[in-house]
């Protein structure tokens, strides 16, 4: 039996998309373990496989989900200070703890591959140790792809591509100032990190370790992501994460009383940056208060009675199973999570977005450019600024039918398959077919 280890940062939108991938390759016949979070040990053995923890100095009491959180009398920091503080805090501090657990589980039972979440730096580590001395590693790319390249601007910026040289000279002078100026420190901790623990520095961008991977596997289609002429030839686009494990759960008590007559509008702040609803919740929900539509929110962990009460035309729950729910849904008003995203695109569904921290901005930036909804180029929007953009999906029939093509897309992806015969790829590559690689040198 094929035996792999999967690994996952011990927040929920990086764990959700990898026990989607558990499910997928167990239903497959591998053996699975899964190296995360302890809160999340009842969620990876829902799933068939064996749940590894994390230990506490990679896995930490605090609640992450804060960390871009304005301390009081400050702003909160968006961009590429969101960007450095999530890398510094939730990514590479952690990466020694990880590293330990990791080698430790190696030790302790044989192994074939290692399939970890790109944020999880204790395996980009792995990734630096010779090929003979290690299993394959698989990198899962659960957010916008975030390697360099001279057709697209760096990660976290949130620009969209612009084509022709005076294109390619933007990027080329922008991933130098990021890579050099905006994101140093990060840089220079992940290099030191990396060699301390593997004995080989980084040979480019830190985000580029994904290139040292025997296989790349991107959960998304290539409908949604910039094109680009240098892609790794260890890259394939396998579909979302909904693809390889379909939401569970029950339907709220309330769900017999949406009258499908009216539009609705679904809302969540994720399950992340959920922590302040007032940043795009309670905007939506005063946006479309008198509106001739249903409002549906769901909290994302928070619950409902935190949302005060409602409008005769708002419907509340924690979870609600989007599966069940998307058919049903008209515009998607979202902060931006990659996987939810997703899940409303894989249905047809347009959106609203409104994020601005972690790796939200890209993906928001992706909603524009591919035509599937409207960009409010913020995490805090005022209520007529949601107002206006509902009102401009629901108008323009384009954004439904962009949506549309890019679910056909989705629906066509090769899903847990895919998944599975890429992970068998990187077992059988020894190193000498694709060899490991360093970063290209863009900027």
Request: hydrophobic share 45%; proline share 9%; glycine share 10%.
């Amino acid at each position: 039996m094929t035996s792999v280890l999967l690994c996952a940062v011990p927040l929920a939108g990086h764990v959700a998309p990898m026990l989607g991938v558990a499910q997928a390759l167990g239903e497959r016949g591998f053996r699975v373990r899964v190296l995360t979070g302890r809160r999340f040990a009842d969620a990876v053995r829902a799933t068939g496989a064996e749940h590894l923890p994390l230990p506490p100095d990679a896995d930490p009491d605090d609640d992450l989900s804060d960390v871009t959180s304005a301390a009081p009398g400050r702003r909160r920091p968006t961009g590429t200070g969101s960007l450095r503080a999530t890398i510094a805090r939730v990514f590479l501090d952690p990466a020694p703890g990880q590293f330990r657990a990791l080698t430790a589980a190696l030790a302790a039972e044989p192994t074939d591959a290692v399939v970890a979440e790109a944020a999880f730096v204790g395996a980009a580590a792995l990734a630096h140790v010779p090929r003979d001395r290690r299993p394959a590693v698989v990198a899962c790319g659960i957010v916008p792809l975030g390697v360099m390249s001279r057709d697209a601007a760096p990660f976290g910026l949130g620009l969209p591509p612009r084509g022709g040289p005076l294109g390619t000279a933007r990027n080329v002078a922008l991933n130098a100032l990021v890579r050099h100026v905006a994101l140093r420190r990060c840089q220079r901790q992940a290099d030191e990190t990396i060699r301390a623990l593997s004995g080989r520095g980084l040979d480019g961008y830190f985000m580029d370790w994904l290139l040292a991977a025997e296989r790349i596997a991107q959960l998304t289609v290539a409908e949604f992501e910039y094109p680009r002429r240098d892609l790794p030839a260890s890259l394939r686009f396998v579909g979302p994460a909904s693809r390889l494990a379909p939401p569970r759960g029950t339907t709220p008590p309330w769900w017999d009383e949406l009258d499908d007559s009216r539009p609705v509008v679904l809302v969540t702040q994720g399950t992340l940056a959920n922590s302040d609803l007032g940043q795009l919740v309670h905007p939506t929900l005063d946006a479309l208060a008198d509106a001739p539509v249903n409002v549906v929110v769901t909290t994302g962990g928070p619950p409902v009675d935190v949302l005060g009460p409602l409008a005769a035309n708002a419907f509340a729950a924690t979870f609600v199973p989007y599966d069940l729910l998307m058919p049903r849904v008209d515009v998607f008003v979202t902060n931006g999570g990659y996987g939810g995203i997703h899940l409303a695109l894989e249905h047809g569904v347009p959106v609203v977005v409104a994020g601005d921290t972690e790796d939200k901005p890209e993906t928001a930036a992706r909603v524009a450019w591919a035509g599937v909804g409207v960009n409010l180029r913020t995490g805090t929007p005022r209520p007529e600024a949601v107002r206006s953009a509902v009102r401009q999906v629901l108008g323009d029939g384009r954004y439904r039918q962009a949506a549309g093509r890019i679910g056909e897309a989705i629906r066509a992806a090769p899903g847990g398959e895919g998944l599975a015969a890429l992970v068998r790829e990187a077992i059988a590559d020894d190193g000498a077919s694709v060899p490991v690689r360093g970063a290209r040198r863009v900027g």
